[in-house]
């Protein structure tokens, strides 16, 4: 099994952009797909990216995903920063047999 | 409209059997792809995955809580149910279920989660 290492916190300022990396411990990151939740405090996580770079229909074009092979890691980028994105984000792989989640990263909009 | 809810005990005692319900509509379990699994997330900590059954009755455990957790349908029901047994004071949590459809392997719909705290 592999791990999925996020940053403990990021912080931005509003209007700005701000990127959330999620490192794939072993394995590479191609091999499986990378989904992205955020979970604002007191609620239930959401999709916000899917398929490594897929936004479901009423996510707003802020958000976007991408992979990198070369750091073996996903990449969760929001632009254009607002006060109600600071929630948690937990990047998620699925291996075949297990669901695999980040250890979560706040952010703050400061 | 696809909604997911859960139930259960908000207290279980050290040693115990957690039994977690996980009742749905929007969907049947009965369709091809269609799944329903169990996450948990204890307080200010991240997502952990805990089980899975598919339409096909096929289930899948986490490999660190297999030996304690069983998993069942009744699509008649359109129920999902979680047992865990004895319970311990490092599973209370908040327990969300949630939906995989398709060929996806996100989770697309969750439930609003219950609280569980193992105490004596």
């Known amino acids: 099994n592999f791990m999925l290492t996020q940053p403990h916190s990021v912080s931005e300022s509003p209007g700005k952009t701000v990127t959330i990396s999620c490192t794939r411990s072993s394995g590479s990151i191609a091999t499986n797909f990378v989904h992205w939740y955020q979970q604002r405090p007191g609620s239930s996580p959401t999709t916000v990216i899917y398929?490594?770079?897929?936004?479901p229909s009423g996510v707003p074009d802020r958000f976007s995903g991408s992979i990198d092979t070369s750091s073996n890691s996903a990449s969760l980028t929001i632009s254009g920063l607002k006060t109600e994105d600071e929630a948690d984000y937990y990047c998620q792989c699925y291996d075949g047999s297990n669901w695999v989640f980040g250890g979560g990263t706040k952010l703050t909009v400061l | 409209q696809v909604t997911l809810r859960e139930s259960g005990p908000a207290l279980v005692k050290p040693t115990q059997t957690l039994t977690l319900t996980c009742t749905f509509s929007g969907f049947s379990l009965n369709t091809a792809a269609m799944c329903v699994t169990w996450i948990r997330q204890p307080p200010g900590k991240a997502l952990e995955w805990l089980a899975l059954i598919d339409w096909a009755d096929d289930k899948y455990y986490s490999a660190s809580l297999k030996t304690r957790l069983t998993i069942s349908k009744d699509t008649s029901k359109n129920q999902v149910v979680l047992t865990m047994t004895n319970v311990d004071p490092a599973d209370t949590a908040t327990y969300y279920c949630?939906?995989?459809?398709?060929?996806?392997?996100?989770?697309?719909?969750w439930g609003q989660g219950v609280r569980v705290t193992v105490s004596s």
């Open positions: 398929e490594d770079d897929q936004r």
């Open positions: 949630a939906r995989k459809s398709g060929a996806a392997d996100n989770l697309d719909y």
